[in-house]
């Protein structure tokens, strides 16, 4: 399964780097990761708890940073066994570009594969749950970077249209 987006995020390109190599980071980006440990250098080990389908399983494994070109480029190459439920693996390609702006453009190729019962559970939902784990990564890292979007917040209370709809909106023109 081979996947790719870009995006954008408003952070300046060494920061963004320099939290692609910090573990506290990872571990909070990657879902269903009960814990990571170890260096960008000597590899981490790590332990995810998902569910694929009907299948749930816990994933121990490694993943090691490779092809580092500092301040441009790095490749995230993770396997995890899940007893039963099989293995899975796969590697993320990231690329990191300054925008005009000062922001960053960081671009992620990735390709995955699994096997055992995980891989008799058909290409469409395992293929649906790669792309949501890398997309749920992503945007997790560039929470972590940028603070979470702002969410919609109820109307306040002085503004609510009554039963009448002229009433509110008169309430509201005039505040």
Do not use: N
Not at 140 to 157: D, K
Request: contains cysteine.
């Amino acid at each position: 399964m081979q996947m790719s987006e870009d995006r954008t995020i408003a952070a300046p390109l060494q920061t963004v780097w320099a939290a692609l190599f910090d573990p506290d980071v990872l571990k909070a980006c990657v879902p269903g990761c009960e814990s990571l440990t170890g260096s960008a250098e000597e590899g981490y080990e790590a332990t995810v708890t998902q569910k694929v389908g009907p299948v749930k399983a816990t994933f121990r494994g490694s993943v090691t940073m490779q092809d580092v070109t500092e301040g441009e480029s790095c490749t995230l190459v993770g396997e995890g066994k899940g007893g039963a439920a099989g293995f899975a693996k796969g590697q993320a390609r990231v690329s990191l570009s300054p925008t005009e702006d000062g922001h960053t453009l960081l671009h992620y190729e990735v390709d995955a594969k699994v096997g055992g019962k995980l891989a008799q559970l058909g290409s469409r939902i395992v293929d649906g749950f790669a792309r949501r784990m890398a997309g749920e990564f992503f945007t997790r890292l560039q929470e972590q970077l940028e603070g979470p979007p702002p969410e919609s917040s109820p109307t306040p209370p002085d503004e609510t249209v009554e039963a009448s709809p002229t009433k509110g909106w008169i309430k509201r023109i005039l505040s």
